[in-house]
């Protein structure tokens, strides 16, 4: 059974930060591409950051800068660092695993979701 675990959100104030953990189980992790999500209510998921197995990342525009994707492939685990959060910042946040080229399992797995509110 695959799971994604998140852990790490909160209730912070502008400008500080939080480390967003996701651990997945029961995949193999080199084969997927992991990346971060966010929605809010109303509004569609999006993309917040990915990182390759071979650690290559992309980020949303609004959060370059600030936010950082990172991954320990021996450990199975994927975090997002987040800096200077602003209250554009806060919704849900969504760990995500993507299959890459060369998996042959094309399913795609999601977390539950943790929270993350930034508010003074």
């Known amino acids: 059974q695959v799971q994604l675990v998140e852990s790490g959100g909160g209730l912070v104030q502008p400008g500080e930060s939080l480390r967003l953990s996701c651990a997945p189980s029961?995949?193999?992790?080199?084969?997927?591409?992991m990346g971060w999500y966010r929605q809010v209510p109303g509004k569609q998921r999006e993309l917040v950051a990915t990182?390759?197995?071979?650690?290559?990342?992309d980020y949303k525009d609004s959060v370059k800068g600030r936010f950082f994707i990172s991954r320990d492939n021996n450990k199975s685990t994927v975090h997002l660092q987040t800096n200077t959060l602003k209250p554009e910042d806060t919704a849900v946040y969504y760990c995500?695993?993507?299959?890459?080229?060369?998996?042959?399992?094309?399913?795609?797995?999601w977390g539950q979701g943790t929270q993350v509110t930034v508010s003074s």
């Open positions: 995500n695993a993507n299959p890459s080229i060369f998996n042959p399992d094309r399913r795609e797995y």
């Open positions: 029961g995949i193999l992790f080199t084969f997927y591409v």
């Open positions: 990182v390759t197995s071979q650690g290559k990342t």
